[in-house]
């Protein structure tokens, strides 16, 4: 990524995170933790990658990608409201398991460290 569209791609990330949490309603989507945001070269596409404690497995997280696939329209509207931006990119939004994975892999470290210190 060059460095325009990097700065684009956390403005992006700052700005949908604050709408997600002060004026979305739908209660699908709560807890949610944007991880990344992928911007295409010509800033018309934006791949948004999300976590959430709040669920285990992908098939959890469905109810969730439905809720933020529902709300993309408001989200982008949002952001053309916000953001000085001449085109606003189409939101794609994907499921990040990585924050689930990293408390997985904190869990087993704490497990080998008990079992190391008995």
Partial sequence: MTRRTERVAEQLRGELARLLREETTDPRIRLVTLTRVDVSPDLRNARVFWSTLATDDEEEALPVQEGLKSAA?????????????KRVPALEFRYDPSM???AETLALLGEIEDGSAQ
């Fill in 73 to 85: 329209a408001f989200l982008r509207r949002g952001l053309a409201r916000a953001l000085p931006l």
């Fill in 100 to 102: 689930v994975r990293g």
